[in-house]
């Protein structure tokens, strides 16, 4: 296995890999040429540099940044701007670009981005983050597992339908479908199945006659007749689950259960 920097002259470069949601993988180096390892081509990037990486050997968060500028072609501001970044899986490590062996040193996620027009600067957050996720479950009135997802055991693919889109409102952030009933997909999720946000998944925040309002802004490239695949929405609570989906003994909330202010409430006499 190659030991790196354990000569006075390494022929070293930094490589960093974009796996981003839509499936799409991008591979940097600050190699003055490309490099072809694991399978991606990783190009010539001496306008991105990766900042220091902090890795601890405890339970602390590691921390990255990546500075580069919006010229390369393979980073776009309008990229960037409508989301095709975010939450985006990062991996970071050294490779020798004489006999291409390497080594992974960081893995994380995509976190805030910033631009100023000029260039970005993106900061990393390391996949020890999940460490803080509460795993525990806890008592809620509405159900906690997500729809179609595990713990619902509802099929994901009999509320799924594929459609294409009938008008589009940027200024609302809207998109219309013909043939549906909008109600159906409020609190639900679409995915563009093509245009400049292919693969990208986008939540339903209201849903009315007029269109589908989306949680994330839309591409001002999008255009009429994009397909896009449709999930429907649930709103979590025990009657919706139990009488539009039959589904109530998988139900995952305690919404008999009494709340804290049980706790507050002042008794009173019976006269």
Not at 85 to 113: C, K, P, Q
Not at 143 to 161: D, E, H, P, V
Not at 195 to 214: E, K, N, R, Y
Request: aromatic share 8%; with cysteine.
């Amino acid at each position: 296995m190659r030991v790196f920097f354990d000569r006075e002259l390494e022929t070293v470069a930094t490589f960093w890999q974009v796996h981003r949601r839509d499936g799409v993988t991008l591979g940097f180096s600050s190699h003055n040429e490309d490099l072809w390892f694991a399978g991606i081509n990783h190009m010539a990037a001496p306008g991105m540099a990766p900042a220091a990486i902090r890795l601890t050997t405890d339970l602390e968060d590691d921390s990255a940044e990546v500075e580069g500028a919006l010229s390369h072609n393979a980073i776009r501001a309008d990229e960037l701007r409508i989301g095709l970044y975010d939450s985006a899986t990062i991996a970071m490590g050294v490779v020798d670009w004489n006999s291409l062996e390497f080594r992974t040193i960081y893995r994380g996620h995509l976190g805030r981005i910033e631009d100023d027009g000029r260039g970005f600067v993106a900061e990393l957050t390391s996949v020890k983050a999940t460490l803080d996720d509460d795993i525990v479950p806890r008592t809620s009135p509405t159900c906690r597992a997500q729809f179609c997802g595990k713990g619902c055991t509802l099929s994901r693919q009999k509320f799924t339908s594929t459609h294409p889109i009938s008008s589009i409102d940027l200024d609302q952030n809207t998109v219309s479908f013909p043939g549906i009933s909008a109600d159906l997909y409020l609190d639900g999720q679409l995915r563009f199945l093509g245009g400049p946000q292919t693969g990208m998944t986008f939540g339903i925040v209201a849903a009315s006659p007029d269109g589908l309002i989306l949680d994330q802004p839309l591409s001002a490239d999008i255009e009429i007749g994009t397909s896009a695949e449709l999930l429907e929405g649930c709103d979590h609570t025990l009657t919706t689950c139990a009488s539009r989906f039959s589904n109530s003994v998988n139900f995952r909330g305690e919404p008999y259960l009494p709340g804290n202010d049980l706790l507050s409430r002042y008794g009173r006499s019976q006269s």
